[in-house]
């Protein structure tokens, strides 16, 4: 079974869509997170939920809206998608502040 | 949360003990050393943790200095699936739970 899933895996699509990536965790934990790691290979957080409450959101444009729906899902939803936004964007949980399980990621390409 | 350096690329041959160095000269006293992997094109790996003992588990030990300005990583018997980029990350315990990643050392192991 997998720990942190993410769908989809690979994206293309053209600028100005709108598309949405979604993470469901088995693990039971109650802090979910969003990473962006871009082409450079720096890995910043951009969000994070804990118990379905935000309680991280870093200096990340207005576009991207992440949802939690329950405690196991953490959509990320990304409004009129720029070539800028071309990146793998990592899924994880984590049990509080303890070592963190990441998903396989999802390549976003926009061309 | 305080900074890391690491150094940028290391090699090691295939079961040799690899040794990575990290220095975290700023730390702070309730702030936790916590090491990651990045196997390419996967998911950041969580490996070990430590505050100011040293901490061993089923992947590596960790050792960190009795001022608690640098730790060292130990992979005591390096394989050839070790090769990826390793994160030093230096976090307070019990605060909002994000990674901050730095540029991480590549370790190559060699046949």
């Known amino acids: 079974d997998t720990a942190v899933s993410q769908t989809p895996k690979y994206l293309v699509t053209q600028m100005g869509n709108d598309k949405s990536i979604k993470c469901e965790q088995n693990?039971?934990?109650?802090?979910m997170y969003w990473y962006k790691q871009d082409s450079k290979k720096f890995l910043k957080i951009m969000f994070s939920?804990?118990?379905?409450?935000?309680?991280i959101n870093e200096t990340v444009p207005n576009r991207f809206s992440p949802k939690s729906p329950d405690k196991a899902h953490l959509n990320l939803h990304i409004n009129s998608l720029e070539l800028g936004d071309s990146a793998v964007y990592f899924c994880?949980?984590?049990?509080?502040?303890?070592?963190?399980?990441f998903g396989q990621g999802t390549r976003l390409t926009v061309v | 949360d305080a900074k890391t350096t690491q150094p940028t690329s290391m090699d090691c041959a295939e079961g040799r003990a690899a040794n990575l160095p990290c220095n975290h000269s700023?730390?702070?006293?309730?702030?936790?050393v916590y090491w990651y992997r990045q196997i390419h094109s996967q998911g950041p790996q969580y490996i070990i943790h430590?505050?100011?003992n040293n901490e061993t588990n089923e992947m590596a030990s960790l050792i960190i200095t009795e001022d608690r300005k640098s730790s060292t990583l130990i992979l005591p018997h390096a394989t050839l699936r070790d090769t990826a980029v390793y994160y030093c990350?230096?976090?307070?315990?019990?605060?909002?739970?994000?990674?901050?990643f730095g540029k991480g050392t590549l370790l190559t192991v060699n046949p």
């Open positions: 994880a949980s984590s049990s509080g502040p303890y070592e963190a399980f």
């Open positions: 693990l039971g934990h109650d802090t």
């Open positions: 939920y804990n118990n379905k409450e935000l309680i």
């Open positions: 700023t730390i702070s006293g309730n702030e936790y």
């Open positions: 430590g505050l100011k």
């Open positions: 990350i230096v976090r307070v315990g019990g605060s909002n739970y994000k990674l901050t």
